[in-house]
């Protein structure tokens, strides 16, 4: 596990939405209290909060992952700077 930019893991999930391909990707706060776990599967994303709000939603459809993804790491993530990223 690394911690890189908030901005760089924002570059890294719009990256991981276009991939077709099975990909995992947990990004924790530096606490460790707060999680996004982003999961794609032949072009269906599966999002996991665990922290402010303890749900894990699927979407088939790209534009609406990306829309509930970015809201879901503005509710996580609201005050971060740095961010552990795993790639699972």
Not at 26 to 43: A, E, F, H, P, Q
Not at 47 to 62: A, I
């Amino acid at each position: 596990m690394r911690q890189i930019p908030i901005n760089q893991a924002k570059s890294i999930i719009k990256q991981l939405l276009k991939v077709k391909r099975q990909q995992k990707i947990s990004l924790l706060t530096n606490k460790k209290d707060r999680s996004l776990t982003i999961i794609v599967n032949d072009g269906e994303v599966t999002v996991k909060e665990q922290g402010y709000v303890n749900d894990t939603n699927t979407y088939s459809n790209e534009s609406t992952a990306k829309h509930e993804l970015t809201r879901a790491f503005k509710r996580e993530f609201p005050r971060s700077h740095q961010l552990y990223i795993s790639y699972g």
